[in-house]
């Protein structure tokens, strides 16, 4: 088991920076939306503001709740790991399509638009590295145990005219046996002989 613990801490390691990086950024929206309500451009809208910055937090929230159990076992979890990278690739694709369809004069709003667009792609690229780690792991357990499953549900070898040509040396033990066979034979068959002859 020791031979595969590497890949899958390292698994674990880049999901788990992902995972952390995303909380840190919801808390910050949540608990001190005034720090990015200008990045936005939603310094001039006040308190409602501030509430959509702190929507965004909590839909951050909502999106790392898929994380904890993947960090736990990837390798056993990887449905679960297929759907937080589903949800990489939708907000990466969303972002995308929101820098693009923004007409000029929102340079602010593009910029810090982008900066999600690069945080995002690069935490794809780390959780599809942790994928990768998580199952060649899997794969390699698997493939060495089995060899040894094979020989404990192996069946035995048939009998009879289907069955197969025997070893050299259980051949040579065969034909010892049936030598010593006829020996018990023909020995039998002689005290047979000479107990009728002296009746």
Known sequence: MKIYAFPVW????LVLAVFVINIMCALSFILFPELSVDAYQLAGAGLPGAVAIQGIGITFLMWNATYPLVIV????????????IAQQIIGLVGELILYFS???????????IMR???????????LLLA??????????KASHQRPDAA???????PSGPLAPDLAPDAALGLASNDGAEKEVTTTSSSQNGGETNAD
């Open 131 to 140: 994928l990768v780690l998580s199952r060649v792991r899997f794969v390699e």
């Open 151 to 157: 020989a404990q549900s192996a069946p035995t070898a």
């Open 73 to 84: 076992n990837p390798s056993k979890f990887w449905v679960l790991f297929i759907i937080v």
């Open 10 to 13: 390292v698994a674990r390691a």
């Open 102 to 112: 923004l007409p000029a004069g929102y340079a602010m709003l593009s910029a810090s």
């Open 116 to 126: 999600f667009v690069v945080f995002d792609a690069i935490g794809l690229v780390l």
